[in-house]
């Protein structure tokens, strides 16, 4: 095989090596095609060497397993992209390590309990009633949104509401706003090491700064209210201050209540919002799908509202939203740092290694999954998932550093889901209007979301 001179000359234990230099130069940036094409050439373990750090890519359940689960203590978060975010979301759960995070851990995941997440719940439901009665559609019409758009106003209302237990009002569509220039910021800087520095006076350095210092005004003047108003723990934020770890005798200040607030919104607000808007294009795209969902949601809630204890009695509704997150994993791609020297799956992987694993390419590999682009909730049923790998599916990671929003997550898309469906049926706006093309491409940056918008017709059941 012929390789670059970009790429080193070393055989790792027969791990194998391609040059890409022409795909690097020519891709905008590493999309998950690129990556798929060197899954399917080269297999589960694919080593490149650009410059002098080795790289792997690993989508193979097994070699995710033991880098996420089996050995997790030899692999750390990537420690370039944990410091181009930090600006962002300082030292929370996604980006700390050691001791720090484990004193988060152990504190947030309080907040995070099952009799709180119930709570919670409710705050879910009422909020997301609101939402879609202030879109009420009158009988006989349709109404035609940019659902992306729509999702990221309902979960960040759902967000605001869990967390600071008030309405936002024009606080939430500032932060709305914002929040994507600073993330897009972020990441472009962390993709692309090449751009101005942040100390520049360029307009788009002044335009993040700006947005970055009303974000953090922002959640300061929130947890400022809260420490003035105490008693008030029905909310995430008031969980969070009240989260005493009485072994250590420590509680979270307000540096790492913010740090674990933008986390939070990260994880509740952005990537559940992308998580619902594939949901709902995909049901779009298969009526059939979207009916056997409705029939469920009507035969189980006769017309009610959900709640948590009905989240069990729908089990099609979880398939549904399963099935979205194995197409479309909000998290697409992660990466780790390889602290000692490893062997995975018969390959040497040398310690300062970087690794990268990604859902999206595991999730879609056909020795785990037939015919893996069809959209199929019911492979997610108990008779056809007994046998799967354990980590042929992680859309929120695994092991001890496994999303702790996790569960926050998937009770918010599994409430969304049957209250919206139980009103509306979505159907692909026409390719002429509003230019949405029958499929829909996503476009990777932090999180995996459409690359123009998706615009729905809703109609009322």
Not at 122 to 137: E, G, H, P, S
Not at 195 to 204: E, G, H, K, M, Y
Not at 259 to 267: C, G, K, Y
Request: with cysteine; aromatic share 8%.
């Amino acid at each position: 095989m012929t390789s670059s001179s970009l790429f080193t000359k070393i055989n790792y234990a027969g791990s194998q090596r391609l040059s890409l230099l022409r795909d690097l130069i020519n891709a905008r940036h590493v999309s998950p095609n690129l990556l798929s094409k060197l899954a399917q050439q080269y297999g589960s373990v694919v080593h490149v060497r650009f410059g002098r750090r080795p790289v792997f890519l690993v989508t193979g359940p097994a070699g995710v397993e033991h880098i996420l689960q089996s050995n997790q203590h030899n692999y750390r978060g990537f420690s370039h992209s944990h410091a181009s975010l930090r600006p962002l979301l300082g030292n929370g759960l996604l980006t700390s390590e050691g001791e720090t995070w484990l004193r988060h851990r152990r504190l947030a995941q309080q907040a995070f309990h099952r009799d709180q997440l119930e709570k919670l719940s409710r705050i879910m439901v009422a909020t997301m009633k609101d939402f879609l009665d202030q879109r009420n559609i009158p009988a006989d019409l349709k109404l035609t949104l940019d659902i992306g758009s729509e999702m990221g106003l309902l979960t960040l209302a759902v967000v605001s509401e869990s967390l600071f237990g008030k309405k936002m009002g024009e606080q939430a569509m500032r932060v709305r706003e914002k929040w994507p220039l600073v993330m897009d910021h972020l990441v472009g800087r962390l993709v692309n090491p090449f751009r101005l520095p942040d100390r520049l006076p360029t307009r788009s350095n002044l335009q993040y700064q700006k947005s970055l210092k009303l974000l953090n005004e922002t959640i300061y003047g929130l947890i400022s209210n809260h420490r003035n108003v105490p008693g008030e723990d029905n909310n995430l934020l008031g969980m969070l201050i009240a989260a005493h770890d009485r072994q250590l005798d420590i509680q979270l200040d307000d540096q790492e209540l913010r740090d674990e607030v933008m986390t939070i919104f990260l994880a509740g607000h952005e990537t559940c919002a992308n998580a619902l808007t594939w949901t709902l294009y995909l049901l779009a795209l298969h009526p059939d799908v979207q009916e056997r969902l409705a029939e469920e949601v009507s035969a189980v809630l006769h017309g009610q509202e959900p709640g948590y204890a009905d989240l069990e009695r729908l089990p099609y509704t979880a398939m549904v939203f399963n099935e979205a997150l194995r197409l479309y994993p909000p998290a697409w791609i992660m990466a780790r740092d390889v602290i000692g020297k490893d062997v995975i799956e018969g390959w040497s992987i040398p310690a300062g290694s970087l690794v990268f694993l990604s859902p999206y390419l595991t999730h879609r590999l056909p020795e785990f999954w037939d015919d893996p682009l069809r959209f199929d909730p019911l492979r997610f049923s108990p008779e056809r998932s007994s046998s799967r790998p354990r980590f042929a599916y992680f859309p929120f990671g695994g092991g001890q550093r496994q999303c702790l929003g996790k569960n926050f997550a998937l009770i918010e898309a599994r409430l969304a889901i049957p209250l919206m469906i139980q009103r509306y049926r979505f159907s692909l706006q026409e390719p002429n209007k509003h230019k949405t093309s029958k499929l829909a491409e996503s476009i990777p940056t932090y999180s995996m979301r459409p690359q123009k918008p998706i615009w729905l017709a809703l109609e009322e059941r």
